[in-house]
C-alpha cells in the first residue's frame, strides 16, 4: 500500500515536466530551420543586406533557400538531435521548477494576492533552472550549426566529448553567463505575457478555462513579446558560444572574437551598429511565436490529459 501511494506521487509531481518536455520535442522539430537561420545570421559579423558584397545571408528567407541548396534538406535540421536534448532538459527543468514553486507561492500571502508577481518569479528561476541543466546540449548544438559541411563534429557524442577534452568543463557551459541573464528574464515575461493575456480574455468572455485557440494564441504573444526583450543577449550567447570553434567555420566570412558577454556587446555595436544586436531577430520571432504558442498548448492539453490518469 505504501509503495502504490509512492508510486502514485510520484507520477502526479512527474506530469508536469513529462509534459513540458514532449512538447518542447514535437515544438523543436517543427520551428528548427527557423532556429537554424537565426544562428547563422547571429553569427555573421558582415551586414544582412543584399547590397553588401561578402555578406553570405541577406536575410530569413535567402537564408533558408541557401542553406538548402548548399547543405540540402539536412543542413536546414542541422543540429538536431542535441537540440531535441535541449528541448528535453530544459522542458523537463523548466516546468517542473515552474509547477513546484508556482504551488509553493500559493502558500504565501502576498505572492498568493498578487499572481502576476508570481507568475512572473516563478517564471524567472524556472528559465534559470532549465537553462543551467541544459546548456551543454546548447553549445554542441550551435556549434554544428556552425561549422562548415565537412567539418567540425560529426555528431553530438564527438561534440560533447571533443569540448570538454580540449576546453573542459568551462566549454561545455560557454556562455551560460548571459545565457541565464536572457533567459530568466526571457521566461519569466514569456509566463507572465501568457497568463495577463489568459486572464484577460477569459474575464472579458466570462469563460471558466481557456479554449485551444486561446492558449495557442497567449502562448505565441508571451513568446514573440519576451524574445524580443532580451534578444541582444541571446545574441551574445551564441558569439560567446562559438569561441575558440574559428577553424571549422572558415567559409562563413569574419570570425567574431570576444572575451565575455560586454566585450561582445560592446564590440558588436563598435562594428556593426545597433542594428547588429538584432541580427537574426525575424527568424527569431516567428520562430518563438510558433514554438511558444504550441508548446504551451501542448502542454495544456497533455497535463490534463495525464491528470485523468490514474496509477
Known amino acids: 500500500m505504501e509503495r502504490q501511494e509512492q508510486s502514485l506521487t510520484w507520477f502526479n509531481n512527474m506530469k508536469a515536466p513529462m509534459a513540458g518536455a514532449f512538447s518542447g520535442c514535437v515544438t523543436r522539430a517543427i520551428t528548427q530551420p527557423l532556429d537554424c537561420s537565426k544562428v547563422r545570421l547571429q553569427l555573421q559579423v558582415e551586414p544582412v543586406s543584399s547590397s553588401v558584397v561578402g555578406a553570405r545571408y541577406t536575410g530569413t528567407i535567402q537564408t533558408l533557400f541557401s542553406i538548402f541548396r548548399d547543405e540540402g534538406v539536412y543542413g536546414l535540421w542541422k543540429g538536431h538531435i542535441p537540440a531535441q536534448l535541449l528541448s528535453v532538459f530544459y522542458g523537463l527543468g523548466q516546468f517542473a521548477a515552474y509547477d513546484q514553486l508556482n504551488r509553493a507561492g500559493r502558500h504565501i500571502k502576498i505572492?498568493?494576492?498578487?499572481?502576476?508577481?508570481?507568475?512572473?518569479?516563478?517564471?524567472?528561476?524556472?528559465?534559470?533552472?532549465?537553462?543551467?541543466?541544459?546548456?551543454?546540449?546548447?553549445?554542441?548544438?550551435?556549434?554544428?550549426?556552425?561549422?562548415?559541411?565537412?567539418?567540425?563534429?560529426?555528431?553530438?557524442?564527438?561534440?560533447?566529448?571533443?569540448?570538454f577534452v580540449n576546453e573542459?568543463?568551462?566549454?561545455?557551459?560557454?556562455?551560460?553567463?548571459?545565457?541565464?541573464?536572457?533567459?530568466?528574464p526571457l521566461t519569466a515575461i514569456?509566463?507572465?505575457?501568457?497568463?495577463?493575456?489568459?486572464?484577460?480574455?477569459?474575464?472579458?468572455?466570462?469563460?471558466?478555462?481557456?479554449?485551444?485557440?486561446?492558449?495557442?494564441?497567449?502562448?505565441?504573444?508571451?513568446?514573440?513579446?519576451?524574445?524580443?526583450?532580451?534578444?541582444p543577449l541571446d545574441l551574445c550567447k551564441k558569439r560567446l558560444q562559438i569561441q575558440k570553434f574559428q577553424t571549422a567555420r572558415t567559409t562563413y566570412g569574419e570570425h567574431f572574437v570576444c572575451k565575455g558577454l560586454f566585450d561582445c556587446l560592446t564590440r558588436t555595436v563598435a562594428k556593426e551598429g545597433y542594428r547588429g544586436l538584432f541580427k537574426g531577430l525575424w527568424p527569431s520571432v516567428i520562430k518563438s511565436g510558433i514554438a511558444t504558442g504550441l508548446h504551451f498548448f501542448m502542454y495544456e492539453e497533455l497535463l490534463s490529459i495525464l491528470v485523468r490518469v490514474q496509477v
Open 168 to 184: 573542459g568543463i568551462r566549454g561545455l557551459f560557454r556562455g551560460l553567463g548571459p545565457s541565464v541573464m536572457q533567459v530568466a
Open 190 to 231: 514569456q509566463f507572465w505575457s501568457y497568463n495577463v493575456v489568459i486572464e484577460t480574455m477569459m474575464d472579458y468572455t466570462n469563460s471558466d478555462h481557456p479554449t485551444p485557440h486561446l492558449i495557442l494564441f497567449a502562448g505565441a504573444i508571451g513568446g514573440i513579446v519576451s524574445k524580443t526583450a532580451v534578444y
Open 111 to 163: 505572492l498568493n494576492e498578487h499572481s502576476d508577481t508570481r507568475h512572473f518569479l516563478c517564471g524567472g528561476i524556472a528559465g534559470a533552472v532549465g537553462n543551467t541543466v541544459s546548456t551543454p546540449f546548447d553549445v554542441v548544438r550551435t556549434r554544428i550549426i556552425a561549422q562548415d559541411h565537412g567539418r567540425g563534429y560529426t555528431s553530438m557524442r564527438e561534440g560533447l566529448r571533443m569540448i
